[in-house]
Structure formats: C-alpha cells, structure tokens
C-alpha cells in the first residue's frame, strides 16, 4: 500500500521542515521527486540524502511568487503526477501591527505563490490523464490564533483554493486536498525561539508544546505519512477536503 512508484511528483518548499519529509518519504516510495526551494543549498542537501538512499529526485532553486520562474521550472519538468504546494512563510502580528511589506510578503508566498505553481502544474496534470494535487492549510484557516492575522487570512484563502481547484477539475482526473497542521517542530520553530526568546529556548517550547492538547508538537514525519495517504491511489476516493492534523487542537480547546 501507499507505493509511489512511476510517479512525479513536485514538491514546493522541499528543502527543509515538512517539505523535506514528504519528499524523503515520498522517494522511499518510489517517486521521483523534485524539489522546488527559494534555497538552493537546502534543495541540494535533501536531494543529496535522497540519492544516498537510492532515490529519484532533483532540485531546483525557485522564488514561488515569481510566475515567470515557476512556469520555467515546471516546463523543465515535464509531466507530473502529483505537486505538493508546501512553500510557505509566517508572520506574527494583529491586524493594526502588521506593516504592509509583511503582509505582502506572506501573501506573496502562500497564496500568490500556490496559485503559480497551480497556474503551471494543472496543464501538465491533464496531458497527463489527471493526478493529485496537495496544498498545505493550517489550523490557522480554522480557529483564531493570537496574533497571526496575515497567517491565518493566507491559510484561510489556501483552504478555499482547495475546494475551488477540486471543483474545477474533477472531470480532469485530478484530486485537490489539503492538510491542516498544528504546530509543528520544525527549523522554523527553532529560529523563532532562538530569535525572540533567547537563552529560554527549552522554557518557550515547552510551553508552545502544551497548547497542543495531545502535550508536544508534530513531528515532520507525521505530517508527510498523511501527505502520503491523500496522494496514494487508496486515497483515490477523497477530493475537496481538509486534513487537520493537530493533536486535537482545533476540537478540544475549544
């Protein structure tokens, strides 16, 4: 169950934190899998530990908000089976706090570039007889999270472009969905921490593990072993719908 095997698969994003664990994951499953990073020395090293492991894949450097590259990659591709829209950058701040650039920014990314890379891949997923494509939501899309104004506004559009695509092309053969995470552990985390609590690292992830109901965060590996499911023929049956993945999250503090 759950084998890749002969597909292509497009990973935004893949060079670090979940990214990185669904293209490792999906390599050992037999894809062959391209990495799509703003980062191309992070790109490089996932590639490097999917070679080592007998795996398929490349790498590419791409800046998601910019149409024109992304279409430039995806042309180099070729046909594809799957494209994980994982690409994503988080801001905190309320609505009155949050500068424009910020905004901007994180707009930019998570929205305007899912739409690119769903603007480049959806031609080549019908020449190819349909596939699977997996966009990356949050918790944030579902309940209020202090202070992650533009965050929460960007997840939220991901979501609705869920249902849209999944609507739009259903008679194409290809399945849209998207998974919900919590917190996650993530380099991310690590930085933010080290970035606003210095010295009170261990204190602070503690604490950030505890508003997760289930007592810890996610690990990447979780989240890449749901992503694997959804773009698994047994998944063949599921299409416009989120996964949250949460460690109760957004059902039990309510």
């Not at 424009?100 to 929205?111: H, L, P, S, T």
Request: proline share 4%.
């Amino acid at each position: 169950m759950f084998e890749l095997t002969g597909k292509t698969a497009v990973i935004t994003g893949g060079g670090s934190g979940i990214g990185r664990a669904i293209a490792l994951l999906f390599a050992r499953r037999g894809a062959k899998v391209h990495i799509l990073d703003i980062g191309e020395a992070a790109g490089a090293q996932v590639l490097a530990e999917i070679r080592e492991a007998g795996g398929q894949g490349a790498a590419q450097a791409c800046d998601v908000t910019r149409q024109a590259e992304v279409r430039a990659c995806f042309a180099a591709i070729g046909p594809i089976d799957i494209l994980i829209n994982n690409a994503g950058v988080a801001h905190v701040g309320k609505a009155d706090n949050t500068a424009e650039e910020d905004f901007d920014r994180v707009i930019g990314v998570n929205v305007k570039g899912a739409y690119n890379c769903l603007h480049a891949a959806i031609p080549l997923l019908k020449e190819n007889g349909g596939g699977v494509i997996l966009n990356m939501a949050s918790v944030a899309a579902w309940v209020a999270v202090p202070e992650r104004f533009a965050y929460s506004t960007a997840k939220g559009a991901v979501m609705a472009m869920t249902l849209s695509v999944a609507k739009d092309y259903l008679q194409d053969g290809i399945r849209c969905n998207s998974i919900s995470p919590g917190r996650v552990h993530t380099p991310f985390v690590d930085g933010f921490l080290a970035k606003n609590y210095p010295g009170r690292e261990a204190e602070m992830f503690e604490r950030l593990s505890k508003t997760q109901p289930i007592g810890r965060m996610a690990r990447p590996e979780e989240v890449a072993a749901l992503a694997l499911y959804l773009c698994s023929d047994e998944a063949a049956f599921i299409t416009g719908s989120d996964y949250p993945i949460d460690g109760g999250f957004i059902t039990l503090n309510a």
